[in-house]
């Protein structure tokens, strides 16, 4: 592998082609500006959000790579409360799962699976709900 983020396209494309609720996925310089009160929403934003060192061996080290995925919704119903916005964003996060969950983008990665996420934020226009995925690979350095 000489890329490291050679699964970001590949991430994007399936997000594209498997979550039929979501108009548009973004990559993360979208997310930096999410419009408020504008743009198409249901939206989903990748982030790569790093990459966790694991074991070693000699010259090789077993790295976790890192991908947050943001889900973003604006549904006013029951504002207050949000039932609006869980409502609209539970089938979306399901889909993210179903579409990342066990994929692999390319043979030198391992499979995505889902780790431990970051809350959710809520604003008087929008409400944002995350899920994160890692991939294993190892490196060979010199």
């Known amino acids: 592998m000489t890329d490291l983020l050679a699964a970001e396209p590949l991430i994007l494309d399936r997000l594209r082609d498997r979550v039929a ?3 548009q996925v973004h990559g993360a310089r979208t997310f930096k500006a999410i419009p408020a009160r504008t743009g198409a929403m249901p ?3 990748l982030i790569a959000d790093g990459f966790q060192p694991l074991m070693r061996a000699g010259c090789e ?3 976790e790579q890192v991908w947050l995925v943001v889900v973003a919704v604006r549904n006013l119903h ?3 409360g949000g039932q609006g916005e869980r409502r609209e964003a539970g089938p979306l996060l399901f889909q993210v799962c179903q579409a990342l969950i066990g994929w692999q983008p390319v043979p030198e990665l391992g499979a995505m699976h889902l780790i ?4 959710s934020v809520f604003s008087d226009e929008q409400a944002l709900f995350s899920l994160r995925f ?3 690979f190892v490196l060979c350095g010199v």
Not at 116 to 119: L, Y
């Open 43 to 45: 939206a989903l934003y």
């Open 21 to 23: 609720l979501a108009r």
């Open 116 to 119: 431990a996420s970051p809350g």
């Open 61 to 63: 080290q077993a790295v």
């Open 134 to 136: 890692a991939m294993r």
């Open 78 to 80: 029951d504002a207050e």
